[in-house]
């Protein structure tokens, strides 16, 4: 006789809201009426991912674990749940944006028509949209608040498969520069594939060694075998290989600059902040409450990955000429200075992390002001799409001050200047690492930051200090939803910049891991 | 009145006036310009009366304000201020209305609009009365990271041919010394952390902290860099050349006339007080930097063929003598370094301004394409006298008492560097003195000439004209023909110019003649200075027992 594991309904009503939203698309797609599909389905997954929101907000405080062991609720799930709807909830926003091309979307119209075709030329100015991408992206979401909440290995790695399948498909579905497109979903796909493969192969040693996939059994076993079994350690560093994959940290990060170039730009600002909170929420989760008594193990890894990826992020950042690579670039760098505050490990209040709360401010803080980026990138458009390339923003300061001004903004705090997000988040991370004793660490980080600041600059003195060209690109007008986005990215940017207390303390509040 | 948030004000006006000057509609530029110099005259009011305010013979920190601003981080939003940073307050005060009315007529290039620079420009005045003004170490940096911005934004979009590169530099050089200091700043709170069991960024409480002298060495260093790139002393120089050459006038006068004292204030404030026995066992190392800097700029400076390039040279090297004051630790040469500053803005900002009255006239930045001005500017050769004897610290006028000061009060602690540093004042004299003779005196030639009637051969090689001025048809013509004995197309100062140059001409000579005040006022602050960093405030025998010297 199988007993029913114990269930909470309301710690699972995020994900019943929001899986059930990706399956009612899935049947809103097979049997709604082509021309009424995009409103239905860009409501329905809204309502999902922002019912998702809400109902996460409402756990605020809760600490348990449910299903059987399988989920943890507690402050950081709830914490990196609500943030990855939100962002998700923005970047569907910038999905339905159907003002900006001429063709009316930013997704192919079929995707199984080869690129290049007669047919693919029929439809490339056909206003035919494609909604496919609105159920799979809601999927995505789900996945990742799976991901940040599972409790148990198998759970995660479910979570990381359910998350990234979809993002491999909607990597594919530009409209424009398909070619690369598609080449970008093919190389994301077997470099997922494989990290994937590391991953599971990482759980089943972790197995081998203590027994269990639970991370609370793993953590007693593994305090208990201290010196360490070669097989934990040797699983959990392809565990960790797995997580930084998605997380696109340097060494792990080739797919990233190509990725995020081929893939529509608004999948892409969905990729870069959502799937970034999703991984460090993973890695928080396994690091702190899977290996938190040996952290020994995982130290100088994650000590030295994180000198990698900033310096890798910030130096070849440099040698970029696409707006496109050098966000992806810029994100390699951000994930290593996420990884400083990964370090923290300590100095919170009730003995919780100072590095957990500044990781998760800093993702907040970070998603927001990508997805702004991104979505400024999609205003600027030349005859061929958008337009990515440097040079074609040179000038931008006259030709459209609002654009430029917002734009400079997001720029800044990327850089992490004072008075935006970005210094907030920083100065959050490096404060952990510096009250763990990692201050090596953190000069790298800062000297990063530093190089790194040198290719935002170089996009603002484009758009401000130099002359239009004279065939530049045109600066489209926005709808409703991208404006609804810049209006939010903005907002945050500052008020997380000038006034940030109010988010700091929830962020602290929400520390402490259970299980 | 002393409840009132005068530091607050000084903050909040500015700010508000650069957001009502930037959203003014377009084609408005008068109202802007009216704007900008009616705020900045308010800040300038606002600053008299804080001075009206403050007690000389009270408490170190006054006019204080404080709000807890991010309660995570312990960060309080706490202003106040001691003589120090009051006379920095009031050089603020005195300098933007000025600067302001100097940018007046300025055109910028590719028909930008001057709103816009009046707007960065108020907007930096706000950020750096508030960097004087902070008393709580993290804003403090918030603020110096901030003023970056409206200052690259001038240079950038406002400056000379190589704007771009002297912008991105400018801004580079800062940043990394800036998050260097960062690196420190966030160590400084977590040792205030393990010290006080909580940790702080107030200024007061971080100063009685006890500190490993291993780790305020460090510290020491980090705060240090940030504040060596930004009060150029010699290896962390090269940016200012750069961005002052290409700044705008006005920008120029207060990157070298404000922005750069934060380094040398932040020597005073926060590397003195918070590590004193890193700074006296670094001190020495410090003092070679300042010296070199005054004598290699020196030389620099006389190399140079470009004024604009040539009046940043000589910054550096007076920011050589103004650390060399500050790291004799005694309480005269410190009060003479923080006269110093004041008299520095005030001396070379008129240096610039009137450079750049020049230029305006001339299109050019070459002293080669000058000669002969005076004859027919002598409003402008005398104020270019002054400016330049003032820069060469005459007696009379302003700089030679914070020079003599600072002299006289290094040479009983540090005779070597001392006697080496004054070598720095017949250079000066040198490069000051050929740069007039050059310009105003001489036979006319250069850029400014009449056209001849027959106009002979064009241009023999003076580069193009440079930020618009009065220059569009200037053909220069070296060897004009002797008979006609030839002419200068030069006017003296405009009324506005005179209206530039009246104060500060008038200041640089009352503080030369009765510098009291601002001693009485600057010299509790370096007393008390001097107390935390373990020198003898009577500044005989500021050694600590096995100094090193």
């Not at chain 2, 300038?44 to 304000?65: H, K, M, P, Y």
């Not at chain 2, 960097?131 to 400056?159: K, N, Q, R």
């Amino acid at each position: 006789m199988i007993e029913a594991p114990d269930l909470s309904l309301g710690a699972l009503a995020p994900f019943l809201l929001v899986f059930g939203a990706a399956c009612v698309g899935v049947l809103v797609e097979a049997f709604a009426p082509r021309e009424r599909r995009h409103p239905v389905q860009v409501a329905v997954a809204l309502t999902g991912t922002l019912g998702g929101l809400l109902t996460t907000l409402l756990l605020a405080g809760e600490r348990q674990v449910t299903a059987g062991g399988a989920l943890a609720v507690d402050g950081p799930a709830v914490f990196l749940q609500a943030t990855i709807a939100g962002l998700g909830a923005l970047s569907l926003l910038m999905f339905a944006e159907r003002s900006l091309d001429p063709a009316r979307s930013a997704f192919v119209a079929a995707a199984a028509v080869p690129a290049g075709s007669p047919r693919d030329r029929e439809l490339m100015t056909a206003t035919r949209v494609q909604t496919e991408v609105y159920p799979l992206t809601t999927f995505a979401i789900g996945g990742m608040m799976l991901f940040v909440a599972s409790n148990d290995l198998l759970i995660m790695f479910i979570a990381l498969e359910v998350l990234s399948l979809p993002l491999y498909l909607i990597c594919g579905l530009a409209r424009r520069r398909r070619l690369l497109s598609q080449e970008a979903a093919v190389k994301y796909f077997l470099l997922g594939a494989f990290a994937s493969a590391f991953f599971l192969y990482g759980l089943a040693l972790v197995y081998g060694a203590t027994g269990s996939i639970r991370l609370s059994v793993i953590r007693e076993s593994a305090a208990a075998q201290a010196g360490g079994g070669v097989l934990l350690v040797l699983g959990l560093a392809l565990l960790v290989v797995g997580l930084m994959f998605k997380a696109s940290v340097a060494p792990f990060h080739a797919w990233t600059p190509d990725v995020y170039q081929g893939a529509p730009t608004p999948v892409t600002a969905f990729m870069a902040a959502c799937t970034k909170v999703a991984a460090f929420g993973a890695i928080l989760r396994l690091l702190y409450v899977g290996f938190g008594t040996s952290e020994w193990t995982w130290r100088p890894l994650v000590y030295g990955i994180a000198i990698v990826s900033m310096v890798v992020g910030a130096v070849l950042g440099l040698t970029q000429t696409d707006l496109k690579r050098m966000l992806a670039y810029s994100s390699i760098a951000h994930a290593g200075f996420l990884l400083t505050g990964v370090l923290g490990y300590g100095g919170g209040a009730d003995g919780t992390a100072l590095g957990v709360s500044g990781t998760m401010f800093y993702l907040l803080a970070y998603g927001l002001t990508t997805l702004g980026v991104f979505a400024v990138l999609t205003l600027v458009r030349d005859g061929d799409g958008e337009a990515t390339h440097l040079s074609k923003w040179a000038g931008l300061g006259r030709r459209s001050p609002l654009t430029a001004a917002v734009m400079a903004l997001f720029l800044l705090a990327l850089a992490g200047i004072p008075l935006t997000s970005g210094f907030t988040g920083k100065f959050a991370v490096f404060r952990a690492a510096i009250d763990d004793g990692a201050w090596p660490l953190v000069v790298v980080a800062l000297l990063a930051s530093a190089v790194a600041a040198f290719f935002y600059l170089r996009v603002i003195v484009l758009m401000y200090f130099s002359e239009p060209a004279a065939d530049g690109p045109t600066v489209g007008v926005p709808g409703l939803p991208t404006t609804l986005v810049l209006a939010v990215t903005v907002t945050a940017t500052v008020v997380l910049g000038v006034i940030p207390g109010a988010v700091l303390d929830l962020a602290e509040q929400a520390a402490g891991f259970v299980g | 009145m002393t409840d009132f948030p005068w530091l607050l004000a000084m903050i909040a006006v500015p700010a508000v006036g650069a957001a009502v000057v930037a959203a003014l509609p377009r084609g408005r530029e008068e109202t802007a310009k009216q704007a900008a110099l009616g705020v900045s005259l308010v800040v300038l009011l606002l600053a008299v009366l804080a001075t009206a305010a403050f007690d000389v013979g009270g408490e170190r920190f006054q006019l204080t304000t404080s709000v807890p601003w991010i309660p995570d981080f312990g960060v309080d939003f706490a202003l106040g201020v001691d003589g120090i940073a009051l006379v920095m307050l009031l050089l603020i005060g005195v300098l933007v209305p000025v600067v302001v009315l100097a940018s007046w007529r300025d055109e910028p290039v590719g028909r930008r609009s001057m709103r816009t620079f009046f707007a960065w420009l108020l907007l930096l005045e706000s950020f750096m009365v508030g960097v004087f003004a902070a008393t709580d170490v993290f804003l403090f940096y918030v603020f110096f990271e901030a003023m970056l911005v409206p200052m690259y934004f001038l240079i950038g979009s406002f400056g000379g041919p190589r704007r771009q590169y002297a912008a991105v530099k400018f801004f580079l050089y800062s940043l990394v010394g800036g998050l260097v200091m960062l690196a420190a700043v966030i160590g400084l709170y977590v040792v205030s952390a393990n010290e006080l069991g909580e940790g702080t960024f107030a200024f007061d409480t971080l100063r009685q902290v006890e500190i490993d002298p291993d780790v305020q060495r460090l510290l020491f260093l980090g705060f240090f860099v940030a504040f060596a790139i930004k009060a150029p002393l010699v290896p962390f120089h090269t940016w200012l050349p750069d961005s002052g050459a290409e700044a705008p006038i006005g920008g120029a006068v207060l990157l070298v006339g404000v922005l750069d004292k934060v380094g040398t204030f932040g020597f005073i404030r926060y590397c003195l007080p918070l590590f004193p026995d890193a700074s006296r066992d670094l001190a020495p190392y410090v003092l070679v930097l300042a010296v070199a800097g005054v004598l290699y700029a020196a030389l620099l400076a006389m190399g140079q063929s470009d004024m604009k390039r040539l009046v940043a040279y000589t910054s550096v090297a007076h920011f050589g003598f103004i650390a060399l004051g500050i790291f004799a630790f005694t309480t005269e040469a410190t009060t003479g370094a923080v006269l110093y500053m004041v008299n520095h803005g005030l001396s070379t900002g008129l240096l610039f301004l009137v450079v750049g009255m020049l230029i305006a006239r001339g299109g050019s930045r070459q002293v080669g394409d000058y000669g002969g001005v005076a004859r027919q500017a002598p409003l402008l050769a005398g104020v270019f006298l002054v400016a330049g004897l003032a820069s060469l610290a005459l007696p009379g006028t302003n700089s030679f008492v914070s020079e003599f000061l600072v002299l006289i009060g290094s040479f009983p602690t540090r005779p070597v560097f001392t006697v080496l540093a004054t070598v720095g004042i017949v250079l000066a004299a040198l490069y000051v003195l050929l740069v007039y003779q050059r310009t105003m005196h001489g036979p006319p030639r250069g850029v400014l000439l009449e056209p001849a009637p027959e106009a002979s051969a064009p241009g023999t090689g003076s580069p193009a004209p440079v930020g618009g001025g009065g220059a569009t048809a200037a053909t220069a013509t070296l060897d004009a023909p002797a008979a006609a004995p030839a002419r200068l197309r030069v006017h003296d100062l405009t009324p506005r110019e005179l209206a530039v140059a009246a104060p500060m001409v008038a200041l640089v000579i009352a503080l030369g003649v009765y510098p009291q005040p601002l001693i009485d006022l600057v010299e509790p602050a370096v007393a008390a200075t001097m107390s935390d960093v373990g020198a003898d405030p009577a500044g005989v025998t500021p050694e600590a027992p096995g100094g090193t010297d």
